[in-house]
């Protein structure tokens, strides 16, 4: 007799399952039929975890965000690193981690980003997220230029930058990727920090290869 899987199993099944579709045929085409069928689940297991094909959609997204997230803040608010910089250059390793940069996750990230303006509630999940994101990024980069010989510099414009443009490399690794390589996107995105902070280069170039 097969083993009975749990509520959170189920859940994580067909979140994935959405995930899949999402990156194939995009957020509007994607069905519940359609997901239910890449999950081998029926449309009543559907149902009954989810209640609606919004409210699969949602946890999706919330999924999806919460994921990347939580590994963005543990980098953040990690006070026990050397050093300010040092918390940067570890954000640069998993910013292009093949765990974030992964072209199914990266597909859905930016198929529900195209969606908020027209959807609120996809709208307030990402921006309550990316703004306090946004706010620990900023208070990293403020130690940073308290460190001495940056105060020149302001730590929201340049977290508000970095971000902008994080955002658009990896479209860019979506969309073109003959044109821009992972290597290639870290270092234009440490450069901005290298350009920032020149006297912490070794510290965030440690890790390019």
Same mark, same amino acid.
């Given at each position: =007799?097969?083993?009975? *899987?749990? &509520? /959170?199993?189920?859940?994580?099944?067909?979140? #994935?399952?959405?995930?899949?579709?999402?990156?194939?045929?995009?957020?509007?085409?994607?069905?519940?039929? =359609?997901?239910?069928? /890449?999950?081998?689940?029926?449309?009543?297991?559907?149902?009954? +975890?989810?209640?609606?094909?919004?409210?699969?959609?949602?946890?999706?997204?919330?999924?999806?965000?919460?994921?990347?997230?939580?590994?963005?803040?543990?980098? !953040?608010?990690? /006070?026990?690193?050397?050093?300010?910089?040092?918390?940067?250059?570890?954000?640069?390793?998993?910013?292009? #981690?093949?765990?974030?940069?992964?072209?199914? &996750?990266?597909?859905?990230?930016?198929?529900?980003?195209?969606?908020?303006?027209?959807?609120?509630?996809?709208?307030?999940?990402?921006?309550? =997220?990316?703004?306090?994101?946004?706010? &620990? !990024?900023?208070?990293?980069?403020?130690?940073?230029?308290?460190?001495?010989?940056?105060? +020149?510099?302001?730590?929201?414009?340049?977290?508000?930058?970095?971000?902008? =443009?994080?955002?658009?490399?990896?479209?860019?690794?979506?969309?073109?990727?003959? #044109?821009?390589?992972? &290597?290639?996107? *870290?270092?234009?995105?440490?450069?901005?920090?290298?350009?920032?902070?020149?006297? +912490?280069?070794? /510290?965030?170039?440690?890790?390019?290869?």
């Amino acid at each position: =007799m097969s083993k009975i *899987k749990s &509520k /959170e199993v189920r859940q994580k099944e067909l979140i #994935s399952a959405t995930m899949r579709c999402i990156a194939r045929v995009g957020l509007s085409a994607t069905t519940l039929q =359609m997901v239910t069928r /890449e999950a081998g689940l029926s449309l009543g297991i559907a149902n009954l +975890h989810f209640q609606s094909k919004e409210n699969l959609l949602r946890a999706t997204l919330e999924s999806v965000m919460r994921e990347y997230h939580s590994g963005q803040f543990a980098i !953040l608010e990690d /006070e026990g690193e050397v050093s300010p910089a040092a918390r940067l250059g570890r954000l640069l390793d998993f910013q292009f #981690s093949a765990r974030v940069t992964n072209r199914e &996750k990266m597909s859905v990230w930016f198929a529900y980003y195209g969606e908020a303006s027209a959807r609120p509630v996809y709208q307030r999940i990402c921006s309550s =997220m990316d703004r306090l994101a946004a706010n &620990k !990024l900023e208070q990293v980069l403020a130690a940073l230029i308290s460190t001495g010989g940056y105060q +020149h510099l302001d730590a929201g414009q340049l977290a508000t930058g970095y971000l902008a =443009m994080i955002d658009g490399l990896w479209l860019s690794l979506l969309v073109a990727p003959r #044109s821009l390589t992972k &290597k290639n996107a *870290k270092h234009i995105a440490a450069t901005y920090l290298v350009d920032a902070f020149p006297g +912490h280069r070794d /510290e965030l170039l440690s890790r390019q290869s």
